[in-house]
């Protein structure tokens, strides 16, 4: 049974608010879990998602070619061993549908759907000081009165769409990856542009580049990227994946990133020969192991991730062979690693094929869009029958700044972040009680990770910090002004010690135009960040003002 609500605003039109103990922000990979965790503990929950159906970044990232980056036996709930064996995985980086399909056999394993309200998307959530309760609406008028709001909507989900003058007179179709339909989209023999050469538009493009007629392919910043190995699993494979449950369940919530690899070599005591045969054999994994478990000097120091790129570079030069496509698709301003390294398949060779061709917009950007395609700066104009827009995402924040979200004395998050992005472990921020958050920024969960280990601790801890709640008859928990500034200023001295905050990308939001400058992810490791985690936690939550 939800508490009482002590309800001191008017009821919405659409009927009586819907009184709750918590809601669940997203029914994606956190929120399918934290609903499952809430409702174990026998908490009034229920999870709403914009979408149709359950899935989250993998309900909406249903565009051409989309699939892992990560090992799908390491991209896993590992809370039950009966869940990761019932679900067999038919290779190594599996495509979306079958992601979606996996994140369908899950809802229907925990029972999960009849506390989800699909189909509808939370618009405003204002916090009432005097109740210590949160009254939440939603796009159909809905009201919602809830003590705990627990935002799982994803650190990539909110998409920049919205992003040149004139799209609105694009006579074409027009796409955001993120976005994409439902239904079929037809592109064979026709003209297409991307926007975009990041983790997505890499697998768009590769996969489209055959069947398209012609194929335009804008890029402002060249990828370092690795080729990904995809081997398809027999049973006799899926068998031996499932047989390390208990390693995987031991081993990726304390490793740096949570997958399965981790740092084992230094690259000082080594000889060239010797790290050139470690970058060699980290590299034929065809994984993101070359970037997350070769060097880890390579976030630290400019020699090594000078040699590291240069080792990346002359890969890619070897398969493009041609030197003005070198010119136009590899780095050479800014070191491997210092933003997220894309796998890819075939994506160079197709800028080989004679309906390729790639665009520079570094120097004469795209000015707009026009009735029949784009118009760059210099009056360029490239006509298109679709235009894909793979622009990314606000990421970290924009989730919840896309939300009119209201903490103590009115105080808007969307406001706050706008000055400073500012949270306290990525799990609750100072000024908003009672709203707890996974995938936020200063948190490992926000890129450089394995997303899932990542969530699921995130989820665990918020579950367990309101079932202490519950069980000291506390009703209210909000980090002190003090903790919060004390995290921010540990997570700054470990950022800054890298070279990611050298390197302009989403993960220092520099793609969206006057985001504060700030590393969203949390660099001190999975591992030890779940530490710091479970030591506030043991502590009666230390730095957590609990009444
Ligand atoms: P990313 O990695 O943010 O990539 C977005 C791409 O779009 C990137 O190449 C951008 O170039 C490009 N972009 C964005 N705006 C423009 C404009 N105005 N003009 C030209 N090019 C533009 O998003 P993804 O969806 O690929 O990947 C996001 C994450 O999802 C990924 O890291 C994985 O973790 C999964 P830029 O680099 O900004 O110059």
Redesign the pocket.
């Known amino acids: 049974m939800a508490e009482t609500a002590v309800l001191t605003e008017t009821a919405s039109v659409a009927g009586a608010p819907l009184t709750l103990d918590a809601i669940v922000i997203g029914a994606g990979v956190a929120g399918l879990y934290q609903l499952h965790l809430l409702r174990q503990q026998g908490l009034d929950v229920k999870a709403f998602d914009a979408a149709s159906d359950v899935g989250g970044t993998w309900y909406w990232n249903r565009y051409p070619g989309s699939r892992f980056?990560s090992e799908a036996f390491c991209y896993q709930y590992l809370f039950s061993e009966e869940l990761y064996k019932g679900w067999s995985w038919s290779e190594k980086f599996p495509g979306q549908p079958e992601i979606e399909r996996w994140l369908h056999y899950v809802a229907d394993k925990l029972d999960l759907r009849r506390d989800i309200q699909f189909s509808t998307r939370i618009e405003s959530a204002h916090y009432n000081e005097a109740t210590g309760r949160w009254k939440v609406t939603t796009d159909s008028g809905q009201v919602i009165d809830t003590r705990y709001v627990v935002s799982c909507c994803g650190m990539?989900s909110a998409p920049?769409a919205s992003?040149?003058p004139g799209q609105e007179t694009f006579k074409g179709q027009l796409f955001h990856?993120?976005r994409w339909p439902k239904q079929p989209v037809d592109l064979a023999g026709k003209r297409v542009a991307v926007?975009?050469?990041?983790?997505?538009?890499?697998q768009v493009i590769q996969t489209i580049a055959e069947q398209v007629g012609h194929l335009t392919v804008?890029?402002?910043?060249p990828?370092y990227m690795i080729p990904m190995k995809n081997p398809t699993f027999t049973e006799e494979d899926q068998n031996a994946y499932k047989a390390k449950f208990d390693l995987f369940a031991q081993r990726l919530p304390h490793t740096f990133t949570g997958f399965e690899h981790d740092f084992e070599h230094a690259w000082a005591p080594l000889t060239p020969e010797q790290r050139r045969e470690v970058l060699e054999k980290t590299w034929e994994d065809g994984s993101l192991k070359f970037w997350i478990a070769s060097f880890g000097e390579l976030f630290f120091d400019p020699e090594v991730g000078e040699q590291i790129s240069e080792f990346v570079r002359e890969k890619m030069r070897a398969r493009l062979k041609d030197e003005r496509l070198c010119k136009l698709l590899i780095p050479s301003d800014y070191f491997f690693g210092t933003h997220?390294v894309?796998l890819e398949r075939g994506f160079l060779e197709a800028f080989l094929r004679p309906n390729v061709e790639v665009v520079s917009?570094r120097d004469n950007?795209?000015e707009r869009v026009t009735p029949d395609g784009l118009m760059l700066r210099d009056g360029t104009t490239y006509d298109c029958d679709v235009l894909i827009f793979?622009?990314?995402?606000d990421?970290g924040t924009g989730a919840l700044t896309r939300i009119d979200i209201r903490g103590r004395d009115g105080r808007s998050l969307k406001e706050d972040w706008s000055q400073d992005i500012r949270t306290t472990m990525g799990l609750q921020v100072h000024g908003y009680p009672n709203l707890f958050t996974t995938g936020a920024p200063l948190a490992p969960s926000a890129?450089l990770c394995n997303m899932t280990t990542c969530l699921q601790q995130q989820a665990e801890w918020i579950s367990d910090c309101i079932r202490h709640m519950r069980a000291h008859d506390l009703r209210v928990c909000e980090p002190t002004a003090a903790a919060e500034e004390q995290w921010i200023e540990h997570h700054e001295a470990l950022a800054n010690a890298t070279l990611v905050t050298k390197t302009d990308?989403?993960y220092m939001g520099?793609?969206v135009p006057g985001k504060p400058r700030r590393l969203l992810s949390y660099v001190g490791g999975v591992g030890a960040y779940r530490q710091k985690c479970d030591e506030a936690a043991a502590s009666g939550y230390a730095g957590f003002a609990m009444h």
């Open positions: 980056d990539l920049m992003l040149f990856t993120a926007i975009g050469n990041g983790a997505t538009g890499i804008f890029v402002r910043t990828q997220r894309p917009v950007p795209i793979a622009t990314g995402f990421a890129a990308s989403w520099c793609n």
